[in-house]
């Protein structure tokens, strides 16, 4: 769906078909969307199409519903397409990782990671 609207808003732009294939989106990660895990992560790994700008990511982690203190920082791999953060704390339930971030072409789009850590 994120794809679907910045390949509008590119359109829209009058940028050209290779510019619009510049916007990044998600193709992995590190626990995988709707993983069920045996422990809590230590780091989560997002591997996007494009390079992405570091700095400007956000990710947030709430786990049964609340925020998971401390800011995720992501760090970009050499090639910047992938962007790693630890895992702020053990966390455990139902956890949904909010991620926005900025291609090398300027556009902003977000998505979210789920994943489970049962209790004990
Ligand atoms: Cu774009």
């Known amino acids: 769906m994120n794809v679907h609207i910045a390949t509008v808003l590119c359109a829209a732009l009058g940028l050209s078909p290779a510019a619009v294939l510049a916007h990044a989106y998600l193709v992995s990660s590190d626990p995988p969307h709707k993983a069920v895990l045996d422990a ?27 925020p998971v203190p401390g800011p995720l920082k992501a760090t970009a791999s050499p090639d910047r397409r992938t962007l790693s953060a630890r895992a702020p704390s053990a966390v455990t339930g139902e956890c949904v990782l909010d991620w926005s971030i900025v291609a090398r072409d300027g556009h902003r789009t977000r998505g979210e990671l789920l994943f489970r850590v049962p209790g004990r």
Do not use: H, N
Not at 41 to 60: D, G, H, M, N, Y
């Open 40 to 66: 809590p992560p230590a780091t989560i790994r997002l591997q996007f199409s494009e390079p992405v700008e570091a700095a400007f990511a956000k990710l947030a982690l709430k786990c049964e519903g609340k």
